[in-house]
Structure formats: structure tokens, C-alpha cells
């Protein structure tokens, strides 16, 4: 652990985008340096300790701790495969990432496995595409996105609903791309449907953005930004609806199956005063409001009405254009982070319980595979010819849960039982060492 005065409370409130001065951003940092409270400090030390364990962290950042909340990747709409995200994140200094794919969770693993290298943490997300509606008044439906959060096992029980749900969607992603295509076939601009599959890539769902693509590729507009401006926009003449289900629901089935629901960029709501109120009533834990140009005071004063944590991040996709906010330049303050991991702990430390407690019921290679879906089975580890039960849940559990989360009676319990288990065959085995 790093020493107090060590702690990372310099970062609070460091992201001042309006100050080019540097003599006066030093100036007002050591002013702020000196307000550091007895809370940021045990706040940090906390973060700190979830982010790294005991151990300090290998480079030079004195013990800060920079998450990225919102991500893509080529599993979606994103640019980047989630290795390269990872590698890039971590040049970017951050430490803890949520890969938060449109529907989908096929980038976590590759994305775990790149984040072992640089001892990052990699929370498995997803941003899961639903409809507001707001029961029978007419014309008050708006689509959004949910972000939802898992502890490092990932979703715990209804794993099965939250696929088939995922899988929905992605497979309306397909109709709807069509429509699309319809759409702009009779607006005089026809594309190929083999083109827009090719830009989405195999297997990934195409969505707008990959229509938006297709339509530069043709020249009917010169850029992403006039293709979604002028066509592709919510209602716009070339917007097609997809088959999202029902925001209310898809919180509640975030809640079920272990994650942190979180309504991602408010700010483009028609209507986000009902919305949140609504998915407040449904469990919504927290709300984005930090983004990298600062806090937005109105949706911060929602959180605080609502009772909701305040999160954010980047949600880079890696188009590089010059407007895009780029991985870890969205701060979060380390109070909202400490309320934040407060929260989700004992959520994912329940799940990570959960599964652990199935796996000890079967405990069979063909059922950790599926258990463990998140974690690629790797020839180098030790288990090749077999192994203790108990030693692979020691060396899991060090890495998927903190000190204080291990001092648990269930848990210890789940242990012994293993003990008397040997894990092999079929090659399938425990990594050792990441996180
Ligand atoms: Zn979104
Ligand atoms: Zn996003």
C-alpha cells in the first residue's frame, strides 16, 4: 500500500479543460492538494487496494487510479479488436477499463487476456441497446442505452435470459440494417447489403454505424457525422427502429443477473427526467454525468434527486476523428469511484459466490468451461495433468476478489469442499496468474 501522502487525491478535480495555463493549474491544484479530506483519503486508499490488491503499481503513477467506464470495439461499432483498445487504454495510463460492447460480451475474454500483461483490470460490460416507453401516452417512446457493469466472472445467474436477450438484439440489428438500406434505396442512394456486412466485419451485428460507412464509401456524404446529421438520426429519413426490448426490463434483468445498470449519455434524452425516474423505480443504480469536457451540473443534480451514482467515460470507438474523446480522458472524481466499487462489491462478490458454488455442485471441466466462459483456457498452466480444486479456487479467488471479500464464511466453505477435488482431463485448465 502506498503511503497516505502518496495517495492520488492531486487528481481531484485535476481535469480543468479550460485552463491553458499551466503556472495556474499548478497553482490551483497545490490549493486543492491542501483540501484534501480525511474521507478522499481512505476513499483513494480503497480504490487503490481493489484496483491493485496489496501490491503497488509497477510504473510511475504514484498510486492514481485512472478507470475508462465506456468502450467499444470491433466486436461492435468500435474500430479497435479489444488487444489493441487494451493497449491503447494502457498508454493512455488507465488501469481499470470496461470493455462495453453494443450487445454483445464476445470481447472480454481477448480483452482479459491483453490486460494481464499490463496488470490492468478489465470490468466486463456491455451496453445493452432498449426502448423507453412511457405506458400509454403516444409518442413518447425514445431508444437508449443501458451500460451494465459484472465482476470478473461476469453475469451470475439468469446467464441464459441475458444471452437470449443479447442474441434478440443482435439479430433485430440485422432487419433493421435492411430497413435502413430500404430507406435510403428510394431516398436515390442504394447500397449493397454484402458492403455494409463486410464493413461490420464476420459475425458482428451491423448497426448504424457501419451503415453510416457504407454511405461515405459510396460519396452520398462526406462523413460519419453528416451520414448520421442528415439521414441516420433518431426519426431521421433513412432511422429504422430495431427490436429492443423494454428499458424497465432490461434493468431489472441487470440487476438479476449481477451488474451495475447504468443509463449511458442522458444528454441525448428527449425526455430524461421521466426517463430516470422510471429506471430508477426498476433498480437503475447510476447515471453517466461526467464527460471529457467536465461534469454536467443538470444531469449531476438528477443523480443526487434520484438517489444515483455518477459515473462516465469516454465511450470511444477509435474513428478517429478529431472530436473524439479519447480512452481514460473522461476524471472521475475518487469519491464517485469508492461509491461506485462500495456498491458493486458486495454485488459481484455475491455472483463470483454464485458461480463458485455451481462449479463446486459439477465440478467438471466441461462446467468450468462454461462457468468460467470469460477465461481461455491456456496450454502454459500448471493444471495440464491435473490439479487441486482448492489451489485453482486460491489462486482465482486472489485475483477476482479483494482480501475483505475472501473473509467469507460461504466462501470458505466452497474451498474445503474443494479441496478434496482434482480438476482435469480434456485439457481445459485455470490461468494462474492474471486477474
Ligand atoms: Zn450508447
Ligand atoms: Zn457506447
Redesign the pocket.
Known sequence: MPSISELPIVAELENDSTAGNHKLRRRRRKRKKKKVTAEQILASRYVHEWAFGHSEPSDDSAGRVLFELHSHSKFSDGFLSPTALVERAHRNGVKVLALTDHDTMAGIPGAIEAAQKFNMRIIPGV?ISALYSPGNEPGGEEPL?ILAYYGSCGPSSMCEELDDLLANIRDGRYTRAQEMLVKLGKLKMPLKWEDVVNIAGKGVAPGRVHVARAMVEAGYVENLKQAFSKYLYDGGPAYAKGTEPLANYVVQLICRSGGIATL??PWALKSPVSVIESLKAAGLHAVEVYRSDGKLAGFSNLADTYDLLKLGGS?YHGRKADDESDLGSVYLPVLDVFKFLKLASPIWCGSTRNILRSFVEEPSAANMKKKFSFYKPDKSDCCAAKCCGKDCFDLRSSSWLSDEERQNAELENIRLKLSDTVISKVGLHLRLDGR
Do not use: L, S
Open positions: 451496453e442505452h449511458a449519455h465511450d
